[in-house]
């Protein structure tokens, strides 16, 4: 099968849909003319024109808050904030409004909107470029979350965003942009609320989403050189999320770490725990783990960036406690 | 202005009809009998009526907190509207919104709001669809003037006035936003003026007199509908009430508040109409007549109407 790059794979979703289903159009800062700051909405505009492609002011509120509009008069707009810091600048129109509309209406309405947005730290773009806010969107009922780590769930999930009927968070990694990987040229769907186990294992349960999968695989790589066999679960959506893979994992291998890049009180890790320690407990043999960054905004300094991130040795580190 | 005799009547009939049930609404929240808040809309009734008197069932309106007005003059209908007061499974939302976010999509009303500020966004996109779609309908958004200092104000007739939307923006200013006055939360006096920061026009009329709110609504709403973008029609009243039912309105003069009383927008209208023989006092009568039947009709099927089922909860949380 052909590789093609993460943003390769949403742009050519993105098409695909919009060849299908006309009610569906793109607006954001820079998604037009520059094909957006990660390329994830090049070659769009050429094909559908600017009244599909919106590129839009600066103007994140207006962004959000019109979508909202439009996607409750019958549109489905795919929006894109271009860094998840800046999901702050329209979260009344995020929290209160689409995730609120279908539910304190009765059942009136249905939003089918999807808010793209890339999140991630590794750039040296300090404190309000770099944050890994999944867990907030989790939060509120009435979203769903998708996080794909890899170019072929880039494209699955985001056909099934579109064709779903709910607001939408799909997440992307900038770090993740420039990898390729197997894509099929037709429409396929990924669907939510189905893990991806990326590597079998029977002696620890690794899980991750986003970038962070990578680096747990490169520890379970580490590991397996020491006699130790992992298996490592991509949850690929966090909202739903696949409890039931999580669970069956653990019961086999007795010991559960799970990595993310995002800060560590609240952050979506500790509702996996919360959930493995009130179904599984019995299952497990060793504490549960989780490998974050620290409690502390993101700095700009590359030494003190490489520490805030979690990263194979401190994975492999985690993991080696328990065993 | 000429106007044929039904129009008028049906302008004083949609003010009375809003009327009557916010004054119904204003004694079952006395009597405990609606859970939660409501924030009446006595007094700004020829504002709604003016303007969704241009409106048909396939246009956009988004509402406020303030809202039962705006639904009204839509065409919402009374039995569930006041269901849904009354939090039953009968009423427009099955009890899940109540005063604060009621909404009919099927005749175009995006829901009332509970949040100061939000309706100014959900319109504009809702502009966007109507262009989009290009079958000639328009958006229209209902805010205070204490929406008009947040940032949605901004970002949102910015962006209609960039993309040439179909949007009309009507502001109510009666003045106070709960209780800060006009005049302390900013520094110009008439908010039209707003509207050359965004290239678009802007007109303050008195929002107590339902045909000068007619007259200037029906100039927005052509320009809309002829693909000439947005517009900001500024009405300035009144809200007869407190900010919520129940509120002790520390805030305001006495003084002022007879005053505007005085300018009340039905009893103005009805010695127009009688003035100029368009209808008798009797003719008037009849019409308040109907609209109390109606009302109290809407309170009879409310009470009897079955609370949701707790389980109910689960529902509508997602489209499946």
Same mark, same amino acid.
């Given at each position: 099968?052909?590789?093609?790059t993460?943003?390769?794979?949403? =742009?050519?979703g +993105?098409?695909?849909?919009?060849?299908?289903?006309?009610?569906?159009?793109?607006?954001? &800062?820079?998604? $037009?003319?520059?094909?957006?700051?990660?390329l994830?909405?090049?070659g769009?505009?050429a094909?559908?024109?600017?009244?599909?492609?919106?590129?839009?002011?600066?103007?994140?509120?207006?962004?959000?808050? #019109?979508a909202?509009?439009?996607?409750?008069?019958?549109?489905?707009?795919?929006?894109?904030?271009?860094?998840?810091?800046?999901?702050g600048? %329209?979260?009344? &129109?995020?929290?209160?409004?689409?995730?609120?509309?279908?539910?304190?209406?009765?059942?009136?309405?249905?939003?089918?909107l999807v808010?793209?947005?890339?999140?991630?730290?590794g750039?040296?773009?300090?404190?309000? #470029?770099?944050? =890994? @806010?999944?867990?907030f969107?989790? #939060?509120?009922?009435?979203?769903?979350v998708?996080?794909?780590?890899?170019?072929?769930d880039?494209?699955?999930?985001?056909?099934?965003?579109? %064709?779903?009927?709910?607001?939408?968070?799909?997440i992307? #990694?900038?770090?993740?942009? $420039?990898?390729?990987? &197997?894509?099929?040229? &037709?429409?396929? +769907?990924?669907?939510?609320?189905?893990?991806?186990?990326?590597?079998?294992?029977?002696d620890i349960?690794l899980? =991750?989403? $986003?970038?962070?999968?990578?680096?747990?695989?490169?520890?379970?790589?580490?590991?397996?050189?020491? $006699?130790?066999?992992?298996?490592?679960?991509? @949850?690929?959506?966090?909202?739903?999320?696949?409890?039931?893979?999580?669970?069956?994992?653990?019961?086999?291998?007795?010991?559960l770490?799970?990595?993310?890049?995002?800060?560590?009180m609240?952050?979506?890790?500790?509702?996996?725990?919360?959930?493995?320690?009130?179904?599984?407990?019995?299952? @497990?043999?060793?504490?549960?783990?989780?490998?974050?960054?620290?409690?502390?905004?993101i700095?700009?300094?590359?030494?003190?960036?490489?520490?805030?991130?979690?990263?194979e040795?401190?994975?492999?580190?985690?993991?080696? =406690?328990?065993? | 202005?000429?106007?044929?005799r039904?129009?008028?009547?049906?302008?004083?009939?949609?003010?009375v !009809?809003?009327?009557t049930?916010?004054?119904?609404?204003?004694?079952?929240?006395?009597?405990?009998l609606?859970?939660?808040?409501?924030h009446?809309?006595?007094?700004?009734?020829?504002?709604?009526t003016?303007?969704?008197?241009?409106l048909?069932?396939?246009?956009?309106?988004?509402?406020?907190?303030? *809202?039962?007005?705006?639904?009204?003059?839509? *065409?919402?209908?009374?039995?569930?509207?006041?269901?849904?007061?009354f939090?039953? /499974?009968? *009423?427009?939302? !099955?009890?899940?919104?109540?005063?604060?976010?009621?909404?009919?999509v099927?005749?175009?009303?995006?829901?009332?709001?509970?949040?100061?500020?939000?309706?100014?966004p959900?319109a504009?996109?809702?502009?966007?669809?109507?262009?989009?779609?290009?079958?000639?309908?328009?958006s229209?958004?209902?805010f205070?003037?204490?929406?008009?200092?947040r940032?949605?104000?901004?970002e949102?007739?910015?962006?209609?006035?960039?993309?040439e939307?179909?949007?009309?923006?009507?502001?109510?200013?009666?003045?106070?936003?709960?209780?800060?006055c006009? /005049?302390?939360?900013?520094?110009?006096?008439?908010?039209?003026? /707003?509207?050359?920061?965004?290239?678009?026009?802007g007109?303050?009329?008195?929002?107590?007199?339902?045909?000068?709110?007619?007259?200037?609504?029906?100039?927005?709403?052509?320009?809309?509908?002829?693909?000439?973008?947005?517009?900001?029609?500024?009405?300035?009243?009144? /809200?007869?009430?407190?900010?919520?039912?129940?509120?002790?309105?520390?805030?305001?003069?006495?003084?002022?508040?007879?005053?505007?009383?005085?300018?009340?927008?039905i009893?103005?209208?009805?010695a127009?109409?009688?003035?100029?023989?368009?209808?008798?006092?009797?003719?008037?009568?009849?019409?308040?007549?109907?609209?109390q039947d109606?009302?109290?009709?809407?309170?009879?099927?409310?009470?009897?109407?079955?609370?949701?089922?707790?389980?109910?909860?689960?529902?509508?949380?997602?489209?499946?």
């Open positions: 099968m052909r590789t093609i993460y943003a390769k794979a949403i =742009s050519e +993105l098409a695909q849909a919009m060849r299908r289903d006309p009610r569906i159009y793109i607006a954001g &800062e820079d998604v $037009g003319i520059v094909g957006g700051t990660f994830a909405t090049q769009l505009l094909e559908f024109g600017p009244e599909r492609v919106r590129d839009t002011p600066i103007t994140e509120t207006a962004i959000a808050g #019109h909202v509009g439009a996607a409750a008069a019958g549109m489905r707009p795919c929006i894109e904030i271009m860094w998840m810091d800046f999901m600048v %329209c979260m009344d &129109e995020i929290l209160n409004q689409a995730a609120k509309m279908h539910y304190m209406f009765g059942g009136q309405i249905e939003l089918n808010i793209r947005v890339p999140e991630g730290a750039f040296r773009a300090a404190a309000q #470029h770099s944050q =890994s @806010l999944e867990a969107f989790t #939060h509120i009922p009435g979203l769903k998708a996080f794909p780590s890899t170019p072929y880039a494209k699955g999930l985001l056909m099934s965003s579109l %064709c779903n009927r709910n607001p939408i968070i799909f992307e #990694h900038f770090q993740l942009y $420039g990898w390729k990987g &197997e894509v099929p040229e &037709e429409e396929y +769907l990924v669907p939510f609320g189905k893990a991806a186990i990326r590597r079998e294992g029977t349960t899980v =991750s989403w $986003g970038w962070m999968v990578h680096k747990a695989l490169a520890a379970a790589n580490q590991l397996a050189q020491e $006699g130790i066999s992992t298996e490592v679960i991509d @949850l690929r959506t966090l909202k739903p999320w696949d409890q039931e893979t999580v669970i069956s994992s653990v019961r086999k291998t007795k010991r770490v799970i990595v993310h890049e995002a800060v560590r609240n952050g979506f890790g500790a509702e996996i725990a919360a959930t493995v320690g009130e179904e599984a407990f019995d299952s @497990l043999d060793a504490p549960i783990k989780r490998v974050t960054a620290p409690d502390t905004p700095p700009f300094s590359p030494v003190l960036e490489d520490a805030f991130l979690p990263n040795l401190t994975i492999a580190e985690a993991m080696r =406690s328990l065993l | 202005m000429e106007l044929d039904d129009l008028l009547l049906g302008l004083y009939s949609t003010m !009809k809003i009327r049930f916010e004054m119904e609404a204003a004694e079952l929240f006395a009597s405990s609606i859970p939660g808040f409501v009446l809309y006595a007094g700004e009734e020829a504002i709604a003016g303007v969704c008197a241009h048909s069932a396939s246009d956009y309106i988004a509402s406020t907190h303030r *809202g039962h007005g705006h639904l009204i003059a839509k *065409g919402g209908n009374l039995n569930r509207m006041m269901a849904e007061l939090a039953k /499974r009968t *009423g427009y939302c !099955k009890g899940k919104g109540g005063s604060m976010h009621i909404a009919d099927s005749i175009g009303i995006l829901g009332a709001n509970g949040i100061v500020g939000a309706s100014l959900i504009t996109g809702a502009g966007l669809a109507c262009k989009l779609k290009g079958e000639g309908a328009i229209v958004c209902f205070g003037d204490g929406a008009s200092n940032g949605t104000f901004h949102s007739l910015n962006l209609a006035s960039a993309w939307l179909p949007v009309v923006y009507v502001c109510e200013n009666n003045y106070y936003a709960i209780s800060s006009q /005049r302390v939360a900013m520094a110009i006096q008439d908010i039209a003026e /707003r509207a050359t920061g965004y290239g678009i026009p007109v303050s009329v008195d929002g107590n007199d339902v045909l000068a709110v007619f007259e200037a609504a029906g100039e927005a709403v052509k320009r809309a509908r002829t693909g000439n973008g947005a517009s900001l029609l500024v009405a300035n009243t009144w /809200r007869h009430r407190g900010h919520f039912e129940g509120e002790p309105e520390l805030y305001r003069d006495q003084e002022e508040h007879k005053l505007w009383l005085a300018k009340d927008p009893p103005r209208f009805e127009q109409l009688i003035e100029r023989g368009i209808a008798t006092t009797e003719d008037l009568r009849a019409i308040d007549r109907n609209w109606e009302v109290r009709q809407a309170v009879l099927f409310a009470e009897e109407s079955p609370d949701p089922a707790p389980d109910e909860l689960y529902q509508d949380v997602y489209a499946e």
